[in-house]
């Protein structure tokens, strides 16, 4: 038997103070929003220019709108829509967990329009420059899905030197895809759109960025859902998929069409 790591007991709590707390998870979308808040100030005005930096910050609160209410639509429409409609209640208690990446997605492209028409702001120049920083968030998210336990891996070969043995995933090794995906989508991810940001042809070509971080996006997840263990009131799909592997299918139809349309 190889030796295997045991999961650290994180407390998904930092701070309790009476019957409030903030939570690693909760503190990693208010990162997420911050951090692609400020770069988006200051890509917004770079050549060429698409909105102010207040317009900018005006964005945030409607981004963050976006990702909440988006991303907790999403898991009940996509994941459990049967328990949620029976007890509609439980819709509301986001503090019990369960948000949608896509839902999320969905959720801030519909601000994202609002928001530009409202102010006759370009669309899709500004589509790009949001999603530039949105693999910060995701990054985090993934970090925040690892200090809860949860989301964990598929079982893991002995041999594997940092297989894992998760609380709530029995006595087997698992990868830690948690981190898998914090590295896809959020370092790598983040790192190649900020390369391709840089370039002032490809901001030019409006929906260019936008495209490949769909693109980008859905081969990360992709990648990941092989190494991570899928919903237990899932399962496998057609094909052996998971739902993560599917919903990808758009987003990577929708991103190459629009890099196609912007050349």
Not at 116 to 128: H, K, M, S, T, V
Not at 143 to 162: C, D, H, K, T, Y
Not at 240 to 258: D, E, F, K, R, S
């Amino acid at each position: 038997m190889m030796p295997v790591l045991l999961f650290p007991q994180f407390d998904p709590v930092i701070v309790q103070i009476g019957p409030f707390g903030i939570r690693w998870y909760a503190l990693a979308y208010i990162a997420g929003l911050v951090l692609g808040w400020r770069l988006l100030r200051y890509l917004v005005r770079q050549a060429p220019p698409v909105a102010t930096a207040v317009q900018a910050d005006d964005f945030l609160t409607w981004a963050t709108l976006g990702v909440v209410l988006g991303g907790r639509l999403g898991y009940v429409l996509f994941y459990q829509p049967g328990v949620y409609l029976t007890h509609p209640g439980m819709i509301f208690a986001v503090w019990e967990g369960g948000m949608s990446f896509h839902g999320g997605a969905l959720g801030v492209a519909i601000a994202i329009v609002w928001f530009c028409r409202r102010n006759a702001i370009p669309l899709l120049g500004f589509a790009d420059r949001v999603a530039v920083g949105v693999p910060i968030g995701l990054g985090l998210g993934r970090i925040a899905n690892f200090v809860n336990g949860e989301l964990w891996g598929r079982p893991a070969p002995e041999s594997l030197p940092w297989a894992m043995i998760f609380p709530n995933g029995g006595p087997v090794p698992r990868h830690p895809s948690q981190l898998y995906e914090a590295l896809l989508e959020g370092v790598v991810l983040f790192l190649v759109m900020l390369v391709l940001s840089r370039q002032e042809r490809l901001r030019a070509r409006f929906g260019w960025l936008t495209g490949a971080f769909l693109v980008g996006y859905g081969i990360a997840r992709t990648i990941g859902e092989f190494f991570r263990e899928p919903d237990v009131f899932l399962g496998y799909l057609i094909g052996g998929v998971t739902m993560g592997q599917l919903l990808c299918i758009p987003m990577l139809v929708v991103g190459v069409w629009l890099m196609l349309r912007a050349r």
